[in-house]
């Protein structure tokens, strides 16, 4: 059973940075692609970025030259670093594979506001 924990959520001003952290529980981390996705205050789910198993990253537009995913496969962690923060980048972020196969965490909160 994978076990996905999110971390490093929080309350920061609009164009603040923050830091995220998600620990997967697996033992074969390293056959997986990863990602981060986020679920807005409208309940839609999206795909924010993701990183492939050779480390190829792609994002998705409205995040793209702010947000960096990373992973650290000794760790069996996947980060992502955010900046220049906007208030519709308010969610819940989650972290999985990608696609999405495994049981979601439970995210956690980043809410961008003044």
């Known amino acids: 059973q994978v076990q996905l924990v999110e971390s490093g959520g929080g309350l920061v001003q609009p164009g603040g940075s923050l830091s995220l952290s998600c620990a997967a529980s697996?033992?074969?981390?390293?056959?997986?692609?990863m990602a981060w996705y986020r679920r807005t205050p409208e309940n839609e789910r999206e795909l924010v970025a993701s990183?492939?198993?050779?480390?190829?990253?792609n994002y998705a537009d409205s995040v793209k030259d702010r947000f960096i995913i990373s992973r650290d496969n000794f760790q069996k962690t996947v980060y992502l670093q955010m900046s220049s923060l906007k208030p519709e980048d308010t969610a819940v972020y989650y972290c999985?594979?990608?696609?999405?196969?495994?049981?979601w965490g439970q995210g956690t909160q980043v809410t961008v506001s003044s």
């Open positions: 697996v033992s074969d981390f390293t056959t997986y692609n």
């Open positions: 999985n594979t990608d696609p999405p196969v495994r049981a």
């Open positions: 990183i492939t198993r050779w480390f190829t990253e």
